[in-house]
């Protein structure tokens, strides 16, 4: 199951509204005003995505991925810069990106199903790959 798998399996869940007692926008019309059900899938798709940089910074199986996270400026600035970006759209973006601002206990939920990437990675790094047996066999050149 890759990120992409989890990603689907939170944000796709059903009935998701019912467990955090918000009115759903599932039924809206088209040009409806944002709702908050809409604006929470958004966040914590885009906070999911930001915990998942933190996931590719480690790629060969390293378990441990916030090492040396702060020698890497590039990264940190972008990282800042993306979350900076997501407060901004959500908070005061309103219509133009249909979204609402959500209270501190939404964002903590966001958050929060946001970290279930971070944590996610760990459970896929943690997976032999090297032991799995090989059912195709590699593309070669053809000879000529």
């Known amino acids: 199951m890759k990120l992409v798998d989890f990603e689907r399996a939170t944000l796709f869940a059903p009935r998701g509204e019912i467990l955090l007692n918000i009115a759903s926008g599932r039924n809206a019309p088209l040009h409806a005003p944002p709702s908050v ?35 890497n400026t590039i990264f940190c600035v972008i990282l800042l810069g993306t979350l900076l970006a997501q407060i901004l759209i959500v908070q005061v973006g309103g219509s133009p990106f249909s979204c609402v601002a959500l209270n501190w206990q939404q964002w903590l939920i966001c958050a929060c199903l946001g970290l279930g990437s971070l944590l996610w990675g760990q459970v896929v790094s943690s997976i032999p ?15 000529k």
């Open 129 to 143: 790959s090297c032991g799995c047996p090989k059912v195709i066999k590699p593309a070669t050149r053809a000879e």
């Open 37 to 71: 059900h809409y604006t929470i899938v958004f966040n914590t798709f885009v906070l999911m995505q930001i915990f998942n940089e933190i996931n590719a910074r480690k790629i060969h199986g390293e378990r441990n991925v916030f090492e040396g996270i702060f020698k």
